[in-house]
């Protein structure tokens, strides 16, 4: 094993220098990867030297202990984890398990019933053009039935469409119902304020009460952090177990992003015998930064998704007029003790993509490894997607530069900081990876030489992404701005929900990064027109994943250029990364 100093090895001495050091060292190696805990089974890391030692002496270590034990770390189910971490896991599943409990189903049942014109005519008017099961309308009238929900679905296939309706719904039941809506970053909770925010658009011509379309489109959407009640300086917040959220009904968007830790923390602060949750997510999209996959956990390693009892589907069933759009003896399974059996549905048709071509076509192959289908993108014939080899860099790089003016579709050259924020999200360069002749770094210092020659750190038209939460001037990890020149001197843009902005003295922001390119993980929960991947030429990077690809891809609206060899690319598509959880070993 390697025994030099480094932050496994460190934290493996610390602990231990007898046959429980090369665990350690490897429980370090595989949290740093993103994963929960390690798998005592399968084989260590390569390390020079490393020999793994018998499994059976975990268990009698003194430091190792079982659920039940307070030892610095916990061997559950053949899984070694840090006590804290294993206890991230055990109570958030356990404060699911509670919402689940507290269900009142008949209940909820006589109250659809009574509501059924509602449903069959205005929010879910007669359709004959869909010729499949409509999953947005089952997806409502169960999560209307259920404490906790979760709606998976691509982009375009309705996510916030769903949960508007579902809202319409459960306000027409109950107008004082107290409503919050959050996602893990500022970018996200600004999309989603504004998608709620249109809700209008989606009960166009339907009967809905004018004062609840209001309270629909007025929602304020937070960060998970803010929601909580975020305390500088410290791990934790002011909403906990103890001082739980003021909310009836909690919508979490863009779930995939939340790690383990605070996914815990916004869960113990849930009142489980007042509030019901909907998580909404696409279970396909890349695992949060820090470690955790709970979303994909949760829709993938548990019970099979849009399974429904047959007393339970007759009852959605009978608000559904087209037998097409029903849902489908297929569907239909025997009732099982798990507790999210009937929890999880997936939406699975986009209104945005089509799957035959395009961006649907693509990001499905790659999700699927489908190399006939990838290759068939190969000869460039598809009109919205574009496969160009590493040497189209540079080319491609200044047409993407050229798109960022007003021109063309951008906002350089705008005067007006509300049309210019509104502008920004029309093209970007998407990165694999941070470092590197193909990282966003380069990159990024590529299109800013191209476009203004630089010679400051903040200058006019520089487009910015905060690093880092501040709370107190309202700006998130993840928020993107524009610096502008104001009265001799420059201020930084930010966007906020129902066409505002604040403005902010860079001296203000304490961490940020030019962001004409990002990384493809900071991409999540941003949408553009037209999208430039860069991957790098080496197929065997870590980082590289179908996920990621898929991700980068699905950011884009109407055009997608990568640059790639073909052999690059179905590597990627090869590798699919699953992390280490015992999430599905605690219900």
């Known amino acids: ?95 699911i398990k509670a919402l689940i409990t507290s269900e009142k189903t008949a209940e909820r049942q006589q109250q659809l019933n009574r509501l059924h014109a509602l449903i069959s005519k205005e929010l879910f008017p007669l359709n004959e053009h869909l010729q499949t099961t409509d999953w947005q309308k089952v997806a409502c009238i169960n999560a209307f039935l259920n404490g906790f929900s979760i709606i998976s679905g691509g982009p375009g296939t309705g996510k916030t469409t769903t949960v508007t309706k579902l809202l319409a719904l459960l306000l027409a039941n109950d107008p004082s119902l107290h409503i919050s809506i959050c996602a893990p970053t500022g970018k996200a909770a600004a999309r989603l304020e504004e998608s709620i925010s249109q809700a209008e658009k989606n009960f166009s011509g339907a009967g809905i009460e004018p004062e609840i379309v209001q309270k629909i489109t007025g929602l304020n959407a937070q960060t998970i952090h803010s929601l909580l009640g975020y305390i500088p300086n410290s791990i934790h917040f002011r909403h906990n177990q103890d001082n739980t959220l003021d909310t009836d009904i909690l919508i979490v968007d863009e779930c995939s992003m939340i790690d383990i830790a605070l996914f815990h923390k916004l869960f113990q602060a849930i009142d489980t015998n007042r509030t019901k949750v909907i998580l909404l997510g696409d279970k396909n999209q890349l695992a949060s930064v820090d470690a955790g996959s709970v979303f994909r956990d949760l829709c993938s390693d548990t019970v099979a998704l849009n399974t429904f009892s047959a007393e339970r589907a007759a009852f959605i069933n009978q608000f559904i007029a087209i037998e097409a759009q029903q849902i489908p003896d297929t569907a239909i399974g025997e009732p099982v003790a798990h507790p999210l059996f009937q929890h999880i549905t997936e939406l699975q048709t986009s209104y945005r993509f089509h799957d035959d071509a395009g961006i649907g076509k693509l990001s499905k192959a790659v999700l699927n490894n489908d190399t006939g289908t990838i290759s068939s993108f190969l000869d460039n014939q598809d009109p919205i997607i574009t496969i160009l080899p590493p040497e189209a860099l540079q080319e491609n790089l200044k047409r993407a530069a050229s798109l960022l003016y007003a021109a063309n579709g951008g906002y350089i050259g705008l005067p007006d900081p509300q049309a210019i924020l509104s502008s920004i999200n029309n093209s970007t360069v998407l990165c694999a990876l941070k470092e590197g002749k193909y990282g966003v770094h380069n990159i990024n210092n590529f299109i800013s030489q191209e476009l203004f020659k630089p010679s400051a750190a903040y200058y006019p038209y520089q487009l910015i992404m905060v690093t880092q939460n501040q709370a107190r001037e309202g700006v998130y990890n993840g928020d993107m701005g524009i610096v ?104």
């Open 1 to 95: 094993m390697n025994s030099g100093l480094n932050v496994h090895g460190t934290f493996a001495q610390y602990f231990s220098k007898d046959a429980l050091n090369p665990w350690l060292y490897q429980l370090s190696k595989t949290m740093e990867a993103g994963n929960v805990c390690l798998d005592i089974n399968q084989p260590f890391a390569e390390e020079e030297n490393e020999i793994k030692p018998d499994p059976a002496s975990l268990a009698n270590h003194p430091l190792v202990g079982d659920e039940h034990m307070l030892k610095p770390f916990i061997l559950h189910k053949e899984k070694l984890y840090l006590h804290r971490f294993f206890h991230y896991e055990r109570k958030l599943v356990n404060q």
């Open 484 to 587: 502008l020149a104001a009265q001799e001197e420059l201020k930084v843009y930010f966007s906020k929900a129902g066409n505002d902005y604040i403005c902010l003295n860079p001296a203000q922001i304490l961490a940020t990064e030019t962001a004409f390119a990002m990384t493809i993980h900071k991409s999540q929960g941003s949408e553009f027109n037209e999208v430039l991947i860069v991957l790098p030429d080496n197929k065997n990077n870590q980082l590289l994943s179908r996920e990621l690809l898929y991700t980068a891809i699905t950011r884009a609206k109407k055009k997608v250029t990568i640059i790639g060899t073909a052999e690059v690319i179905f590597e990627i598509a090869a590798k699919s990364v699953k992390r280490v959880s015992g999430i599905a070993h605690h219900f």
